[in-house]
């Protein structure tokens, strides 16, 4: 499903890259500490537990639940106005407490979305270059 033209897309950078070109192949993949373990999602320079740079990414199980949600009524934010109101799911992944992906649904889903529920990743192919990580209530 294409995204409407006016979305706001993100952009890969050097430290973002590698969790594109996953995600372009449907797999979702979140930089890992190699000195202690700990996943530090947005990806970053050094690692947020013990500020090591051994950073790598590595596969993830695209399973977590709903940590917060809300539903956006305010069209202030730029490209989504046409979706409004919709759902932003805050998603905690079940590899580590507070890891966090954020996610947005239709209006449509409300009725299955609430704080604990159970969500798996799926991926919105916005075109040739980008695919969007992106999840569901399972
Ligand atoms: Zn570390």
């Avoid at 539903?71 to 989504?80: E, I, L, N, S």
Wanted: hydrophobic share 40%.
């Amino acid at each position: 499903m294409a995204a409407p033209p006016t979305r706001p897309l993100p952009v890969a950078d050097d430290l973002s890259r590698p969790f594109w070109e996953a995600a372009r192949q449907h797999r979702l993949v979140v930089q890992r500490c190699q000195a202690c373990g700990y996943f530090n999602h947005p990806p970053r320079s050094a690692c947020d537990a013990c500020l090591s740079p051994q950073l790598c990414f590595e596969p993830v199980s695209g399973r977590g639940t709903i940590y917060s949600f809300t539903v956006m009524h305010q069209p202030a934010v730029a490209g989504f106005a046409e979706q409004l109101p919709y759902l932003n799911i805050l998603v905690e992944l079940d590899e580590q407490p507070l890891l966090f992906m954020v996610s947005d649904l239709p209006i449509g889903e409300r009725e299955k979305v609430r704080i604990g529920a159970r969500v798996e990743v799926c991926f919105e192919e916005i075109d040739a270059t980008l695919t969007l990580p992106q999840f569901r209530v399972v």
